[in-house]
Every structure is written in C-alpha cells, then in structure tokens.
C-alpha cells in the first residue's frame, strides 16, 4: 500500500505503511468564503529541513536554491498524488462529513534561510455550503507523517460575513497506555494504529451566525 504521497520529485515515495512519523510539516491555512458560503481551504505546509533537502536534492543551479519554476513539477506531483490519500484534509460541514474537489493553484517555494520547503496548495470543497459550523483536521491516519499548525496565527478566514468567529484547538493529552504504545512504535518501527493521526491532530473550528 502506498504511504505519503508527498513530494518525491519522481514518484519514488511508494513507502510501507508502518512508521513512528518520518516527516514534520508545520501548516498554515486559509479558510476562503466566497457570497457568504465556506468555498475551501487554502494550504501552506512547510516540510522539516530534512525531508525538504531530499526533495530537492539536484534542484537549483550554480549552487543557488530551487526556483518555484523548478520546483513547479514537483508541485503537481504531489497534489495529484495527495488526492489518493483525499489530502490528508478531513472536512466537517453542519456536523457532517463534507467533500473536495480536486486541488488547485498548486506551487512550491524554498526557504533558503530555514532551507525548508513549502508546499501551496487549495482545495475547493465538491459544494460551497452556508455553515454555522465549518471544522477540518489534517492528519496521516498512520502517523506516517505528523502535521501541526504553525504556532501564532495558524488559521485564517478571507472573505468572511460578519460575525464569523475561528479558533484552534489541541488535541487532548494521550492516557498512559496510549503513550506506551507510541513509544513502543517508535522503538519497532511499526505504525502506533490507524487512529493515532486523528487523536494527536489539531482542530480548526469555524462558527458563523
């Protein structure tokens, strides 16, 4: 089974499903409104500075870091790899579970400073919905790959009617058996269960009158 479709410059991230997680991704996000309606979320993820130099190693000439034109194919790479795995995005509309369209305006851009690469991206829900309640997760279910949001200001909302109110929040602490079995996993090298990536994740909660 294929394991994180992300950013292997030529398709060579067919990986096993069994992993403590490899790679760190710090999240930004945009939650777009278009007339009133939730319309979809606009992703930054910026990867560690290991996985960022493995994907782009040979990239950049003369010595120079990447340009997002070179690093434009690894871009599309991802994201149409990524659909298979439906972003690792997880929508709730009114309570229930909501749909995307296929990913757009797709780019990538390297940090030569943090020497870190960031992956844009926006998804498009499948229905722009009115929603008094709009709520989305990102996480790999194995725990393959662990995403936060950046620390600060990690959400914001563009275009959105009056009174729409956002906040973040933290996943709760894991229990003590929970725990030691993470830390088994790590030592193993086998996934901690299906379910780790969506009780460690944050949560974005959108309330709109």
Not at 39 to 67: C, E, Q
Not at 188 to 202: I, Q, V
């Amino acid at each position: 089974m294929k394991r994180l479709a992300l950013l292997l410059p030529l398709a060579l991230w067919s990986l096993p499903a069994h992993a403590h997680p490899h790679v760190m991704v710090a999240v930004t996000s945009e939650v777009i409104f278009a007339d009133g309606k939730v319309a979809g979320i606009r992703h930054h993820w910026t990867f560690d500075d290991m996985y960022s130099a493995f994907v782009t190693a040979n990239l950049g000439k003369n010595g120079k870091d990447p340009t997002t034109a070179e690093l434009q194919p690894v871009a599309q790479t991802n994201v149409e790899s990524l659909k298979e795995f439906d972003y690792f995005t997880v929508p709730k509309m009114n309570g229930k579970k909501a749909g995307f369209g296929d990913a757009k305006d797709y780019s990538m851009t390297f940090d030569g400073k943090e020497k870190t690469a960031t992956l844009h991206f926006t998804l498009p829900l499948a229905e722009a919905i009115a929603a008094r309640t709009f709520v989305f997760q990102i996480y790999d279910p194995s725990y393959f790959v662990a995403f936060s949001f950046e620390k600060g200001d990690p959400v914001k909302l563009l275009n959105a009617p009056a009174g729409c109110s956002l906040s973040v929040s933290k996943p709760k602490a894991l229990d003590s058996e929970e725990s030691k079995k993470l830390n088994e996993s790590f030592f193993s090298g086998l996934s901690p269960g299906s379910d780790f990536g969506a009780k460690l994740a944050d949560r974005a909660i959108v309330a709109c009158p």
